[in-house]
Nanobody, 129 residues
Framework: QVDLAESGGGSVQAGGSLRLSCALS????????????TGWFHQAPGKEREGVAA????????EYSDSVKGRFTISQDDTKTTLYLEMNNLKPEDTGVYYC??????????????????WGQGTQVTVSA
């Protein structure tokens, strides 16, 4: 069992900042957390969900999509039960629902959506021009 709960979304003007948080819990995550990829995913209106930032818990390695590199920072607390996404210099195209995801790593990279099979309920981010 893996449970995820996001918080921290909201509405900002372009150039503004937001910080998202995701609480991870559950028996499976507690026992095998070092084998998990955790990450943040963006779903714009009418589009598919896509990865923007991810971490491999065991190694601490991070990955970013080209669209957010240099603007967004993913991090986690020492217990790896809270995942953060610091979003700076937000753009209108960053608007959408942001989901926290988790999955035991089986591929070379943690960023693809298919690498994750546990999801939070999502949090809305709206960036106005």
């Amino acid at each position: 069992q893996v449970d995820l709960a996001e918080s921290g979304g909201g509405s900002v003007q372009a150039g503004g900042s937001l910080r998202l948080s995701c609480a991870l819990s559950g028996s499976a995550y507690s026992r095998y957390y070092d084998q998990y990829c955790t990450g943040w995913f963006h779903q714009a209106p009418g589009k598919e969900r896509e990865g923007v930032a991810a971490i491999y818990n065991r190694a601490g390695t991070v990955e970013y999509s080209d669209s957010v590199k240099g603007r967004f920072t993913i991090s986690q607390d020492d217990t790896k039960t809270t995942l953060y996404l610091e979003m700076n210099n937000l753009k209108p195209e960053d608007t959408g629902v942001y989901y926290c995801g988790a999955g035991i790593r089986y591929s070379r990279t943690c960023l693809p959506t298919h690498q994750h099979n546990h999801w939070g309920q999502g949090t809305q981010v709206t960036v106005s021009a």
